[in-house]
């Protein structure tokens, strides 16, 4: 018998190992075989987590169907546990493992929702703030030269080459598994939760790069050049009308 | 939204509580049920804001809360995380719980999270580690502990002592109290074959400060003995509501939770379950006059 660490450890790998054997020293009722019961910890496990899987990404798991969905999560689950008690941090890697995991690329787009669910978690349960009210804006024009603006916490980017609110919007709606035709070309959504509602948004060329620019205290000009950069159709009233109009915007910086 | 309020004192009542699920804040604060307190999961409120908060924040304003957390690892062979030990104590302080517990089992090995209770061997060793934990815990958390009974499917050859003298010398070591799970007594008792009246009769009921009752799934093991999966996800059985009337006798009347984690009901479900409880609360105060029926217990 080795050290409490060595048994703690012993156990733990057994758990997450359905191959391995009960760990020594294990015993079932009046010092019987533990086969089954300790199976009951190994299914528990898997099963707890894959549920924390399935109700964080419902979107994929409606995409692929809940069968494929819990098989994929599993995977993920033996490859990724938990690395804090709080579960709620679980599954940031869950999209890219996505993007990687070769039975899923028949739906392409599948690792781009997993990206937006996850991002909509983060925003559920990010730092609340209040944001500025849209008179504001008009106040801040004058001196939009110098202007950086603090966005709300909760707001969240996820650009795709496909068609992904349209995709998410689908499937929350009708169930995903019909197949429809999609529009070409990408789509970047915003995802943001100025009150207790998360919402997503489809963002029109550039904004994605806009938003980004000011996410990283780029001021606004700035912000308005390279999302110009990357989109001739970009239009600053625009971005900015529909930035403030969804909450996006708690605060300014940069006047003096 | 993020203001932070001050609740006061709020102490959990001698009553039927519900476990608080995100499917029922709503319904809650739109219908005031007359139900005694809720206690919440620590680990579902360490996000930073949003609905939890918020929600949890109004209820909280409203009716007494207990603190329940399910992942601190009492019973695991390395050091306490002293980042979740922090996490609890700033939720701690910031409702005001009129009751904070854990559990006796592991969750962690070596920063992988495992997500399930998991069982320790009962030996000295193992008791000594428990306490320093407990220990632990009460200096980080300026509060009182409720120490949980469990329920589990093997054992350790390794044992030398009973769950009853573990947790008896526990509570004389660290001071700490006990939250007995009248469902895991009676899954213990099924999957280790011994009987769940001794088990309450040994109990140390003067240190009971709550009791939880919840649903189990029934399943064999491989020699065909009865084994029950303690999910959580149904009503509370028959047997383990006789076992709670006999456990009231012991403890008096203290305050019981309704556990019903998985397969969540409509609230008006959850909620008969706790008047339930209330009912027998209310029967072992009519037939045991005297001190241990006639008040609650600090
Ligand atoms: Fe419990």
Redesign the interface.
């Known amino acids: 018998?080795g050290?409490?660490?060595d048994?703690?450890?012993a156990?733990?790998r057994a758990?997450?190992d359905a191959e391995a054997a009960?760990p020594a020293?294990?015993?079932?009722?009046?010092?019987?075989?533990?086969?089954?019961?300790?199976a009951?910890?190994r299914n528990?496990?898997h099963a707890?987590?894959v549920d924390?899987l399935a109700g964080r990404f419902p979107v994929s798991a409606k995409l692929v169907g809940d069968a494929f969905f819990r098989a994929m999560a599993r995977i993920y689950v033996a490859k990724t546990?938990?690395?804090?008690?709080?579960?709620?941090r679980y599954g940031g890697g869950f999209a890219d493992f996505v993007a990687g995991f070769p039975p899923a690329a028949p739906v392409p787009y599948l690792a781009d929702v997993a990206r937006l669910e996850w991002a909509w978690h983060g925003?559920?349960?990010?730092?609340?703030?209040e944001p500025l009210p849209q008179e504001a804006l008009a106040a801040l024009v004058p001196r939009a030269e110098r202007l950086a603006l603090t966005l709300h916490?909760?707001l969240r980017l996820v650009r795709s080459n496909y068609p992904l609110v349209t995709i998410w919007e689908r499937a929350a709606r009708d169930g995903g598994d019909e197949p429809v035709r999609l529009p070409a070309g990408g789509e970047d959504a915003l995802v943001l939760?100025p009150?207790?509602e998360v919402e997503v948004r489809r963002l029109p060329e550039g904004g994605a790069v806009f938003i980004q620019a000011l996410q990283d205290g780029a001021r606004l000009p700035e912000a308005a050049a390279s999302a110009s950069a990357a989109a001739l159709a970009f239009d600053l009233a625009a971005s900015l009308a529909g930035l403030m109009r969804s909450g996006a915007v708690v605060g300014t910086s940069g006047s003096a | 939204?993020?203001a932070s309020v001050s609740f006061g004192t709020n102490p959990v009542p001698p009553r039927g509580g519900a476990g608080l699920k995100p499917e029922h804040y709503r319904t809650i604060l739109d219908s005031a049920p007359d139900v005694g307190w809720f206690e919440v999961h620590a680990?579902?409120y360490?996000?930073?804001?949003?609905?939890?908060?918020?929600y949890l924040t109004a209820i909280r304003e409203r009716y007494p809360v207990s603190l329940h957390g399910?992942?601190?690892?009492i019973g695991?062979?390395?050091p306490l995380?002293k980042a979740?030990l922090s996490?609890l104590r700033v939720l701690a302080d910031r409702y005001e719980p009129g009751l904070f517990s854990e559990h006796l089992a592991?969750?962690?090995?070596?920063?992988?999270?495992?997500?399930?209770l998991?069982p320790l061997?009962y030996t000295d060793?193992?008791l000594s580690?428990v306490c320093d934990h407990i220990d632990e815990v009460h200096d980080a958390m300026a509060r009182p502990m409720l120490l949980e009974n469990p329920s589990t499917?093997?054992?350790?050859?390794?044992t030398t002592m009973s769950e009853i003298e573990f947790l008896r010398a526990v509570v004389r070591r660290t001071g700490c109290g006990l939250l007995l799970d009248v469902n895991n007594v009676f899954v213990q008792a099924i999957?280790?074959?011994f009987d769940p009246f001794d088990y309450l009769d040994a109990f140390p009921a003067e240190h009971v400060r709550e009791i939880h009752l919840g649903g189990h799934a029934e399943?064999?093991?491989?020699?065909g003995?009865p084994?029950l999966?303690d999910d959580h996800g149904r009503e509370v059985a028959g047997p383990v509501w006789t076992l709670y009337a006999e456990a009231l006798k012991k403890t008096g009347p203290v305050p019981t939770l309704i556990e019903w984690d998985n397969d969540v009901p409509a609230w008006e479900g959850l909620f008969a379950e706790a008047k339930r409880a209330d009912a027998a609360i209310a029967a072992c105060r009519t037939s045991q006059p005297g001190p241990a029926g006639a008040s609650p217990r600090p």
């Open positions: 018998m050290t409490a660490m048994n703690e450890a156990f733990a758990l997450l009960v020293g294990i015993e079932g009722r009046e010092g019987g075989g533990a086969e089954r019961r300790f009951v910890y528990n496990v707890n987590l924390v546990p938990p690395d804090s008690a709080v579960l709620l925003a559920y349960h990010a730092a609340d703030a916490p909760s939760r009150a207790l | 939204m993020a680990e579902n360490m996000g930073e804001g949003g609905p939890p908060h918020a399910v992942g601190l690892s695991g062979a390395g995380d979740h996490r592991w969750s962690s090995h070596d920063s992988v999270y495992l997500n399930d998991l061997p060793a193992t580690r499917y093997v054992a350790y050859a390794e999957n280790h074959g399943d064999e093991d491989a020699g003995a084994l999966i």
